[in-house]
């Protein structure tokens, strides 16, 4: 049986995505509370940078430090709620933020975010610090992989090609107001 590797100071691995996801709950308030476009915008691209760095870091580094040692399932899971939150970044990216389902797309995107926090810091993440993993070294990986993507930008993933290429679905409610018009124009 493995010991666990005991460290809980703000530099451990843990720690630190435990910080982010803190930052990111507190950007998802603060567009809740915001009064306007300007400031909503702000907030948008400030958690999307945050996110995208979060979620770099994570899967080349985290996840596949604990992935071997955890629940098959829990790390599946994880990786679509990553899969799915990058479907929603790249589509908001491709939006300038006036657009009828700007808001609300943010805002399923910071509830699907907050699902996969509560999994996370509820199961994964202690799950993980059963293990005897040097947290202080991933740690000090992940901050010098989020200093580098700061520094020298976040690659392109797969959904962002996807969206890139693609476009952005076509929303059930634009689809509704598409047969709406079209059926106000058919003859009687």
Same mark, same amino acid.
Do not use: Q
């Given at each position: 049986m493995n010991k666990p590797h005991k460290t809980t100071h703000k530099d451990d691995a843990i720690s630190i995505i435990k910080d982010d996801h803190d930052k990111v709950k507190a950007l998802f308030g603060k567009f809740e509370k915001a009064e306007n476009l300007r400031e909503k915008k702000k907030i948008v &691209? @400030? &958690?999307i940078m945050e996110l995208k760095v979060h979620a770099t870091i994570e899967e080349e580094i985290?996840?596949?430090a604990v992935r071997k040692h955890l @629940? *098959? /399932? !829990? !790390?599946? @899971? &994880? /990786?679509e709620e990553h899969h799915v939150a990058k479907l929603l970044i790249a589509e908001l990216e491709q939006m300038e933020g006036s657009e009828d389902h700007w808001?609300? *797309?943010f805002t399923v995107l910071s509830e699907n975010i907050r699902h996969h926090i509560k999994e996370e810091e509820g199961d994964m993440l202690p799950a993980a610090r059963k293990l005897d993993i040097d947290f202080d070294a991933i740690g000090q990986a992940l901050l010098a992989r989020k200093e580098e993507l700061k520094e020298k930008g976040i690659p392109v993933c797969a959904e962002e090609e996807m969206i890139s290429s693609y476009g952005i679905a076509d929303s059930p409610a634009r689809m509704s107001k598409k047969k709406q018009a079209s059926k106000m124009h058919e003859p009687a």
């Open positions: &691209a @400030e &958690a985290f996840y596949p @629940e *098959k /399932d !829990m !790390m599946n @899971e &994880a /990786d808001g609300t *797309k």
